[in-house]
């Protein structure tokens, strides 16, 4: 792994693709760059080997130049924050995205979309349904009635 200090923006827009590499950002963040990774083709990314449970692990904090230099180590920091305190980060991550694609989530964006385009009786009908899901997801099917 390279030097600490020595990376920039700039120096790590100026990598070609070529052989695998590993460059190190300190606080074991680093830049993977894959054989073809190059800033153009999306082939970089910004990883953090972790320890959990006596168990290596290595989390993925975004690809660059999407997520800039400050922004893995915002990341990174916030990773070391949730193992301090017993969590394991790549879990944390895992959870948050299934919880963005529950059948309720994905009913309040349904909604908030078509919020323009339906009429008012429509739209507070769609609220109603929206609401007793919510208020029933942990019922078993048989008790549920919305009307």
Same mark, same amino acid.
């Given at each position: 792994?390279?030097?600490?200090?020595?990376?920039? %923006?700039?120096?790590?827009?100026?990598?070609? &693709?070529?052989? &695998?590499?590993?460059?190190?950002?300190? /606080? !074991?963040?680093?830049?993977?760059?894959? &054989? $073809?990774?190059? &800033?153009? $083709?999306?082939? #970089?990314?910004?990883? #953090?080997? @972790?320890?959990?449970?006596?168990?290596?692990?290595?989390?993925?904090?975004?690809?660059?130049?999407?997520?800039?230099?400050? %922004?893995? !180590?915002?990341? +990174?920091?916030?990773?070391?924050?949730?193992?301090?305190? /017993?969590? %394991?980060?790549?879990?944390?991550?895992?959870?948050?995205?299934?919880? +963005? @694609?529950?059948?309720?989530?994905?009913?309040?964006?349904? @909604?908030?979309?078509?919020?323009?385009? $339906?009429?008012?009786?429509?739209?507070?009908?769609? *609220?109603?349904?929206? %609401?007793?899901?919510?208020?029933?997801?942990?019922?078993?099917?048989? *008790?549920? #009635?919305?009307?």
């Amino acid at each position: 792994m390279g030097s600490v200090n020595k990376q920039t %923006d700039a120096y790590l827009r100026a990598i070609k &693709p070529g052989n &695998p590499q590993k460059i190190g950002f300190g /606080g !074991r963040l680093y830049m993977h760059v894959s &054989p $073809t990774g190059s &800033p153009a $083709t999306g082939g #970089m990314s910004w990883r #953090m080997n @972790y320890l959990f449970d006596g168990k290596d692990k290595t989390l993925s904090l975004g690809k660059y130049p999407a997520i800039g230099i400050r %922004d893995a !180590r915002q990341r +990174r920091d916030e990773a070391k924050e949730q193992l301090a305190k /017993g969590i %394991d980060p790549s879990a944390e991550k895992k959870l948050a995205k299934v919880e +963005r @694609y529950t059948f309720e989530a994905a009913g309040e964006r349904w @909604y908030e979309h078509h919020a323009a385009e $339906t009429v008012p009786t429509t739209h507070k009908k769609s *609220r109603m349904y929206l %609401d007793c899901c919510a208020a029933c997801k942990n019922d078993p099917p048989e *008790r549920v #009635m919305c009307t």
